[in-house]
């Protein structure tokens, strides 16, 4: 239960006191701070047991009260510890995580449950030498020497390099034209099951795509996942010199 103080103008609990004075609510010059620390000290004589917690909040707020007092009486004062940093609330939140914790490691000290850091890193002692499993001799020393003679004998035949033909897109553009001028219909599948690698294939995509894109040629698909048909453009470009280097 907090301490409740009686002064001029107020009533109630220390820190409400303070942030009423910081929120300029109530005048610290009406403030006697001396009577504050009067009433404190009559009730840590009355109480029968009074915390280090209880204790540590009054005395940060009453610094706090002096200080803005001070500063009443000496505008030219500042403090920056004072000044800068959280506000009371988040202090008094801080130090009672704090109360907390040093409870915590207390019981657990209290319990044995205590460790150490490493000074220095672990370090295995690593003995060097050989040392050759049991019934190893000279016979099965010879005998994995051969093994491993074995494995360096040289390859004979060399390996031959293959030198794959390269197919362009541009060539691929011209052999899908003049297929389609000559055969009118064709799908997609029959041009990409005749390429020979990946790289050849996706060149077929790629000159698909560019016709399409320059209307020499037309797509469509009936149902979803069905082969793509492929056909010449009706209204294909008359002008445009693009498809003179098809032909």
């Excluded at 060097?128 to 035949?157: C, N, S, T």
């Excluded at 389609?180 to 790289?199: D, E, H, L, P, Y």
């Excluded at 209307?215 to 470009?237: G, K, N, T, W």
Aim: glycine share 4%.
């Amino acid at each position: 239960m907090p301490v409740l103080f009686q002064v001029a103008q107020f009533e109630g609990p220390l820190d409400l006191l303070l942030q009423l004075v910081e929120q300029q609510k109530l005048d610290i010059s009406q403030v006697s701070l001396a009577t504050v620390a009067d009433q404190f000290v009559a009730y840590v004589h009355t109480s029968k047991q009074i915390s280090l917690e209880e204790m540590a909040d009054f005395l940060v707020i009453a610094s706090k009260l002096v200080y803005l007092k001070s500063k009443l009486l000496l505008p030219e004062l500042s403090v920056q510890e004072m000044e800068e940093g959280p506000d009371l609330e988040m202090q008094l939140r801080t130090y009672k995580a704090f109360v907390g914790a040093s409870k915590m490691i207390d019981d657990l000290w209290k319990q044995g449950m205590q460790s150490f850091p490493r000074v220095k890193p672990l370090m295995l002692k690593v003995e060097i030498g050989f040392r050759p499993p049991q019934d190893f001799g000279v016979v099965q020393m010879h005998e994995l020497m051969l093994r491993v003679i074995a494995r360096l004998v040289p390859q004979k035949v060399l390996p031959q390099a293959v030198i794959q033909r390269i197919v362009t897109v541009q060539e691929k553009i011209g052999l899908l034209y003049r297929h389609i001028r000559a055969q009118a219909k064709a799908t997609f599948t029959t041009f990409i099951g005749s390429a020979a690698s990946k790289q050849e294939a996706v060149a077929t995509f790629l000159a698909l795509l560019e016709l399409v894109k320059q209307r020499f040629l037309v797509v469509s698909q009936d149902q979803l996942f069905q082969d793509i048909a492929i056909e010449a453009h009706p209204e294909p470009p008359t002008t445009d010199p693009f498809a003179e280097s098809f032909v």
